[in-house]
């Protein structure tokens, strides 16, 4: 395995590859240390989402609380850390509720979803090229937001399937 880039967030990584059926070929993907994604759940039933200019799709995006788990941090520390900079949240009751690969045959990231209650308002510290605005919405708003197209990011959109499965157990 050969590393071709590395920067602070991943790898892009090539190694010899043969398939199931024999063909040998050279794969091509992206290593990370993992994801974090935070449903924060106010006591009235609202949740925080974050709005943000994403560049590469050229247009805002509605999302969870969420990024990269840092060397050094458990999934959990991460999810903490990002519901303090990025929706000026901190919890008392955070609930892991799975994982998932938001893009199986690109990276071998695994991103962790954790419930967050028991909300109360601490100092957002986003990073310096993060321009965000905290939107409330109901779980039904939310479900018509991603029915509509409006939530787009399938990680906000996977997070959610996990959140809304969870709760009807």
């Known amino acids: 395995m050969d590393i071709i880039h590395s920067n602070p967030y991943w790898d892009v990584r090539q190694e010899p590859y043969t398939a199931t059926n024999g063909v040998h070929s050279t794969y091509y993907w992206v290593h990370t240390p993992g994801s974090v994604m935070v449903v924060p759940m106010l006591d009235d039933g609202r949740i925080v989402m974050v709005r943000q200019f994403r560049y590469l799709n050229r247009q805002d995006s509605l999302e969870f609380p969420g990024g990269g788990v840092k060397p050094g941090m458990d999934p959990e520390e991460a999810a903490r850390a990002e519901l303090g ?65 409006r939530i787009w990011d399938g990680m906000s959109i996977a997070a959610w399937m996990l959140t809304i499965t969870t709760q009807t157990e």
């Open 85 to 149: 900079e990025e929706a000026g949240l901190a919890s008392a009751d955070l609930v892991r509720l799975g994982q998932f690969n938001p893009c199986n045959g690109l990276t071998d990231e695994i991103c962790t979803v954790f419930l967050a209650r028991t909300l109360v308002p601490t100092t957002a510290r986003p990073d310096p090229t993060e321009d965000l605005e905290i939107v409330l919405l109901t779980p039904h708003e939310i479900t018509d937001a991603i029915r509509q197209g």
